[in-house]
T-cell receptor
Framework: DTAVSQTPKYLVTQMGNDKSIKCEQN?????MYWYKQDSKKFLKIMFS???????INETVPNRFSPKSPDKAHLNLHINSLELGDSAVYFC?????????????FGPGTRLTVL | GENVEQHPSTLSVQEGDSAVIKCTYS??????FPWYKQELGKRPQLIID?????GEKKDQRIAVTLNKTAKHFSLHITETQPEDSAVYFC?????????FGKGTKLSVIP
């Protein structure tokens, strides 16, 4: 009965590699997000999709590419990983894009780039 | 874009005392202000929220106040307990996204 799930939970990889993180929500929500939480715990939005359409694309390197095959899934692909990409990545979903909507977070993926 | 400032960054209180965390925002169009609690190693979870047409909201030991004129809002936790120890984030929502404050690490000392 998991609401928002992410895989993997931990990801350890070498610099220069390409990796993907998967996210799925079974809440029937229209909107999904990716956040990055750095070592200082700062939560920063990266992307937002509404019904498979990109609506927010914050200033992130173009090595990061989100993909939404359907409105229940939002995956994050990262090319040419760098040390500074090490962080916890959270997926989240909400009923719709407008305000007044609680965002439900996934458990997070801790990415470590060596 | 929206900018949310949160203070203090760390807060230690004795069990049973009250804790107050304050946030300011910059975009007068923001109209939704949630607070999230993140325990160590866990995901952020909503604990209370307030909309711009309301000045105060309370849920048991937790209350939030909003001053739209001054563009600030606050979280109040009364009768703190050790399980209240966590990082608390305020956020402000405008058109399409939440902008989070940098978090307050609350430690409740038994």
């Amino acid at each position: 009965d998991t609401a928002v799930s992410q895989t993997p939970k931990y990801l350890v990889t070498q610099m220069g590699n390409d990796k993907s993180i998967k996210c799925e929500q079974n809440l029937g929500h229209d909107t999904m997000y990716w956040y990055k939480q750095d070592s200082k715990k700062f939560l920063k939005i990266m992307f937002s999709y509404n019904n498979k359409e990109l609506i927010i694309n914050e200033t992130v390197p173009n090595r990061f590419s989100p993909k939404s095959p359907d409105k229940a899934h939002l995956n994050l692909h990262i090319n040419s990983l760098e040390l500074g990409d090490s962080a916890v990545y959270f997926c989240a979903s909400s009923p719709r894009t407008l305000s007044y909507n609680e965002q439900f977070f996934g458990p997070g993926t801790r990415l470590t780039v060596l | 874009g929206e900018n949310v400032e949160q203070h203090p960054s760390t807060l230690s209180v004795q069990e049973g005392d009250s804790a107050v965390i304050k946030c300011t925002y910059s975009d007068s169009a923001s109209n939704y202000f949630p607070w999230y609690k993140q325990e160590l190693g866990k995901r952020p979870q909503l604990i209370i929220d307030i909309r711009s047409n309301v000045g105060e909201k309370k849920d048991q030991r937790i209350a939030v106040t909003l001053n739209k004129t001054a563009k600030h809002f606050s979280l109040h936790i009364t009768e703190t307990q050790p399980e209240d120890s966590a990082v608390y984030f305020c956020a402000a929502s405008g058109s399409y996204q939440l902008t989070f404050g940098k978090g307050t690490k609350l430690s409740v000392i038994p």
